[in-house]
């Protein structure tokens, strides 16, 4: 089996349903021998402890840290003569979690809370900022002045400004309803990356400072 490289990109973060983890279920691997491969593929990589799961709370999730030197140590280990190549990510976080934590109601309840929350917040910036710039008075002087008679109620200009608000808010956010208006990801979608990135690393992180990440 001399000669025979193996390439190895590592997930940053996997979810997983079972105790056992393959190094398929972490990783994406390619060889030029399908054997080879399927062996890889069929590595076990870790095993979660039931009894860690029983102590921990019903709103934690079982965590572990898996360093990718570990995951070429153990490949060249149980194949003698082959070459690793890792392309990915140097550190895997692999969270353990219940089928049914997606599906549970409770999720939908927090979905239309968060939803009821954003969408209420927002109006009530909105309304508060307009109140702090006295936008009413503003446009009623420019209407005076641009008509030369004072204005008697709701103008052009106020109707005007609420369309362009709500087109402006319509394209910042690239959605119409469930329609992307154009391939660019969204603000909140790149935020939510960013969260994401940085979430992984202050865990990985964590997980090293304390001693619980797996290494070679």
């Known amino acids: 089996?001399?000669?025979?490289?193996?390439?190895?990109?590592?997930e940053k973060n996997v979810e997983v349903l079972k105790d056992e983890v393959y190094l398929k279920d972490i990783a994406k691997i390619y060889c030029s021998d399908e054997n080879v491969t399927a062996k890889v593929k069929a590595l076990k990589i870790f095993t979660f402890s039931k009894e860690l799961e029983q102590k921990l709370k019903k709103t934690e999730i079982n965590r572990q840290v898996i360093n990718v030197l570990k995951l070429i140590e153990m490949i060249e280990a149980s194949h003698p003569g082959i070459t690793v190549n890792s392309l990915?990510?140097?550190?895997?976080?692999?969270?353990?979690?219940?089928?049914r934590k997606h599906k549970q109601p409770m999720q939908f309840i927090k979905i239309f809370v968060a939803s009821g929350i954003c969408f209420f917040g927002t109006a009530f910036t909105i309304m508060a900022f307009h109140n702090d710039i006295s936008i009413n008075k503003v446009f009623s002087k420019v209407y005076e002045l641009v008509m030369g008679q004072p204005a008697t109620g709701y103008t052009i200009l106020e109707i005007s400004y609420s369309i362009g608000l709500a087109l402006g808010i319509l394209i910042f956010f690239n959605h119409v309803g469930g329609r992307r208006i154009t391939k660019d990801p969204t603000p909140i979608e790149v935020a939510m990356r960013l969260y994401e990135n940085d979430v992984n690393k202050t865990l990985v992180a964590t997980a090293d400072r304390e001693g619980k990440s797996i290494k070679n």
């Not at 990915?88 to 089928?99: A, C, F, H, R, S």
């Open 88 to 99: 990915g990510e140097m550190d895997v976080l692999v969270e353990k979690i219940q089928k």
């Open 1 to 10: 089996m001399a000669n025979i490289n193996v390439y190895i990109i590592a």
